[in-house]
C-alpha cells in the first residue's frame, strides 16, 4: 500500500526479525561489551617511544637532549653532568621513564635502582679510579666554533663523594686510599652517618643522604653501595644555546668522557 521494496524489507522481515532475535542479540552485545571493557582495563602506557629517525639525526639530537635533561631550563644556560656507580638498572615497575620528575614519581626519579654487585668502592684500585674521575671531570672540553674549549668555558666539580671522602679520612690520620675494606666500610658509614638529635649535624658526608646521592645496604654477601657524583657544572654559551651544532660537541665531549671512565674502571 504505497510502500517501496526497502520499506517492506523492513516492515515484513527485519523488524520481525529484530524482534524475535532481540534477547540472543542483547546478549551478544553484552558480551562484546564486556570483552571491550576488560580489554581496556589491560591498556598500559607505552614505556618505549617508536623511533622514527636514527640517533645521529639532528632532530632527535635535539630531542634527546631535552628529554635527558641536557638543558637545565627554558632561558638556563648551563647544564649539569652526573656520573653513576653502583646501580646496574632501574627497575621502573608500574611507572614509565617518561613520568620521571612528574607528580607520578612524587617530582623524582621513578622506580627503584638495583645494585650492581660487581661494585666494591673498598678495592683500592677503584677508590683510586672514582678520585681520578671526579678531576678529570672537570677538565673536560668540546670543541665550539673558536676552536677547543669554547663551547665549555667554565667547568666546577660541584661535589665528589670520594673527594670529600678522601679528605675526611686523611683528617683522621688513615692513609687514602683506604687499604683494609673493613676499616673502609667503618670509616665510610662514619662519614656518612645520620644525626643522633636535634643538635648532632650528622657525619660530614651526611648531605650526601640528605640529596639522596647515595645508599649503602647490607646483605649477606656483603656491603652494597651506589652513589651519585654531581661531576662538572657546564656554562654554555648564551648567545650560541639553541644551535645544535653547538650543542652535538657538547654531547660528544660528555659521551666520549663516559666510555673512557667505563674502559678505565678496574
Not at 652526573?82 to 608500574?94: E, H, P, Q
Not at 668540546?142 to 679520612?169: H, I, K, N, Q, W
Not at 670509616?187 to 643538635?199: N, Q, S, W
Amino acid at each position: 500500500t504505497g510502500l517501496n521494496k526497502t520499506e517492506r524489507f523492513f516492515r515484513d522481515l527485519y523488524a520481525p526479525w529484530i524482534i524475535r532475535m532481540r534477547f540472543p542479540a542483547l546478549a551478544f552485545i553484552g558480551v562484546l561489551v564486556g570483552v571491550m571493557v576488560y580489554f581496556t582495563t589491560q591498556l598500559v602506557p607505552a614505556r618505549e617511544a617508536p623511533n622514527v629517525l636514527p640517533d645521529s639525526h639532528p632532530v632527535m639530537i635535539a630531542l634527546n637532549s631535552m628529554r635527558d635533561g641536557w638543558m637545565e631550563g627554558e632561558s638556563e644556560d648551563r647544564s649539569q653532568l652526573w656520573l653513576v656507580w653502583g646501580i646496574k638498572a632501574n627497575d621502573y615497575g608500574t611507572h614509565t621513564k617518561y613520568e620521571f620528575e612528574t607528580e607520578a614519581c612524587h617530582e623524582g626519579p621513578c622506580g627503584e635502582a638495583v645494585f650492581d654487585e660487581t661494585f666494591d668502592p673498598s678495592e683500592r684500585a677503584m677508590q683510586e679510579h672514582l678520585i681520578d674521575a671526579c678531576e678529570r671531570a672537570a677538565e673536560i672540553k668540546a670543541t665550539g666554533p673558536g676552536g677547543e674549549g669554547d663551547f665549555v668555558y667554565d667547568e666546577e666539580v660541584a661535589s665528589c663523594l670520594m673527594r670529600d671522602f678522601r679528605r675526611f679520612v686523611e683528617s683522621r690520620g688513615i692513609e687514602f686510599p683506604v687499604e683494609d675494606s673493613t676499616v673502609f666500610w667503618k670509616e665510610m658509614r662514619a662519614f656518612l652517618r645520620e644525626p643522633e638529635d636535634a643538635d648532632d649535624t650528622g657525619g660530614e658526608g651526611y648531605a650526601f643522604v640528605q640529596r639522596e646521592m647515595v645508599r649503602i645496604d647490607h646483605d649477606d654477601d656483603g656491603e652494597r653501595m651506589y652513589f651519585l657524583v654531581h661531576a662538572v657544572t657546564i656554562d654554555f654559551n648564551p648567545t650560541l644555546f639553541y644551535s645544535i651544532p653547538v650543542i652535538t660537541p657538547g654531547h660528544a665531549a660528555a659521551y666520549a668522557f663516559e666510555e673512557e671512565q667505563n674502559a678505565k674502571r678496574p
